[in-house]
Each structure stands twice: as structure tokens, then as C-alpha cells.
DNA sequence: TTATTATTGAAAACAATTTTCAATAAGGAA
DNA sequence: TTCCTTATTGAAAATTGTTTTCAATAATAA
């Protein structure tokens, strides 16, 4: 989906759950519709600055927990730190990033059906949620490696 | 594999790797090696002053640190926080957690590769890796809920 | 246009982790 | 067993990342 009609959906959702549309805020939120990599806080920060210069650092996060609670973004876990965030679509999806670039993408279908069922088997767990990341080089990156 | 043994195996890791086995590392490595749910760096804390009064936070995170590298404990994902680990064993496997009393445990066997193929075919990616983490009730919750 | 109140951002506070540094102790060599 | 080397320690300080405070501003409904 265009970035712009990504704003203008997660811009409706908003306002309609009660939320005003700020420019610090639609600053946040176009900078996240639009990326293709993961992005930190003070990323966000630096790229919302490009549309909004007084954007700051609170409401980058304020606008993240908005969107998270929207199902907008998640947040995305490494060995060297879960700091960072990527556009999630609705529904069950999990997503494939990049070690090189960061680039993300996301994909639904995990299919974990049977493994939730042996897991199940095995340890005697009932299983009731999962996260799932995977990482490897993107398009472009495998081309340059 | 019990406790001790656990704790005897990665000590004598340890040593091996030119790390010194002090009281406080013992300590922790003990608190780690027992646990059957995940901890937080405070947490260990806490319960490795039980055998050594004087242990240091920093020295927890130091040991977890050496104990990451050995690949004996793992740091597990959540929604509120990336603060626990968990121990881990040898080569590949997941954990699933209780969403409850934080029990874990290990399991082997992903079997992602059909998925892995999916995805590369689906986004071009080289997939190369991928983090899993199961979460549910363990069977104690389980019989309470 | 006015009023309400959500939102803002700088500064401060908080939370989690890492670094500094003098003191201590593990462990190897003699 | 003793001595020496140096890894390790932990309190304090510093750093990093995130949240709260609060006066000012702005979105938006009436």
C-alpha cells in the first residue's frame, strides 16, 4: 500500500478512536508509514524533523505507543538490543529484516500449527501466542554480497 | 540435566575459556543454572546474594554477558520489556514461557524450513536466521486457570 | 468565535545498563 | 606454600533509553 494512503488510513483510525491529528503527530506517523526499514526513536525523531523541524523526542514515543496500540507498528527484537520499530499490517503477520540495511518486510502465514501442536505434546504447555522475526539479506543486499 | 551438573559443565566451560570461576561469578552462574523461570538482571540479583551476600549487580550483568557468548543463557522477548534470560542448552532451540508465573522451557525443533522457503519465494529475501519464542500457560497454570 | 481539553516539548525524573577505578582474589609458577 | 600476575570485584559515576511533569499551545467541537 502507497505510503500516502497508509497515512490517510492510520489518520482516520486515530481520529476515530478519539485522537487529535497533530502536525508533530502526522509527522511521526508519515515518517513510520512510509519507511522500509526498522527504525529507532531518535531516528524517527530526526526523519519527523524533515516535516515538522519543533518535533520532539516525547511525543516520537507518545505517537509509537499510539500506533502500537493501533496494530501500526511493532516492535522489533535483536541480540544487540529491541529497540526499534516497523510498519505491522492488520491481522497476524511477522516480519523478515535485513542484517545489512535494516530493510523489513513483512509476511503472513507463519504456519506454526504443527509445531504449536508437538511443542504442545512435549512439554505439556498450552500454547497461546508466539513471536516470530526472521532475518537474512535483502533483495538489493544479496545482490551486493 | 540437573542443576549441578549444569553448573559444573559451564564452569568448567568457563575455565576453558580463560575465565576465572570467582565466588560472586559462581554465584550467579548457580542462580542461573537452577532457575526454571526467566529472570531479570535484579531478580538474579536477589537470589544470588543467597549464596554470595556481597554480589554485585554489576557483576550480574557481566556474567550474563560471558554466559550469553557460551550460548548458556538467552534473552527473552516481550511485549513490556526485554530484560529476562533464560538458560539455554546447546545448539539449536526456542523457548516457550508462561505467560503466568514466567516458567520456561526449552524446546528443539522449529522446523521452519518449509516456511523459510515460503518466505523467500514470497520477498526475495535470504533468510538466514530467525528468533522464535513461544508463550502460553504452563501445566501447573494451566490446572489453576 | 469561544471553550474544552488533548497534545506539545523542554526539563526533569526514572529505569536499565555500562564504565571507572581502587581493592581484592583466582590461579599459575616457583 | 608463597609470590606474582592480572582477572574480577562492586560502589559510584556515567551513559543510554524512556517516561513524567507542567506550562503553553493547538485541535476541534459547539
Given at each position: 500500500m502507497a505510503a500516502s494512503n497508509l497515512v490517510d488510513d492510520w489518520a482516520a483510525r486515530l481520529r476515530k478512536e478519539g485522537y487529535r491529528l497533530t502536525a508533530p503527530r502526522r509527522a511521526v506517523i508519515r515518517v513510520l508509514a512510509e519507511t522500509s526499514t526498522s527504525l529507532a526513536p531518535d531516528q524517527i525523531l530526526r526523519r519527523a524533523r524533515r516535516y515538522?523541524?519543533?518535533?520532539?523526542l516525547v511525543t516520537v514515543y507518545r505517537t509509537l505507543d499510539v500506533l502500537k496500540g493501533c496494530g501500526y507498528v511493532r516492535k522489533m527484537h535483536r541480540l544487540d538490543g529491541c529497540h526499534s520499530y516497523a510498519p505491522a499490517s492488520a491481522g497476524h503477520a511477522h516480519h523478515i529484516v535485513c542484517e545489512r540495511c535494516r530493510a523489513v518486510m513483512e509476511f503472513k502465514g507463519c504456519d506454526l500449527d504443527a509445531l504449536i501442536k508437538s511443542v504442545r505434546r512435549r512439554t505439556g504447555y498450552l500454547v497461546k501466542g508466539h513471536w516470530l522475526e526472521l532475518s537474512g539479506l535483502c533483495p538489493v543486499c544479496r545482490k551486493e554480497a
Open positions: 515538522y523541524p519543533k518535533t520532539g
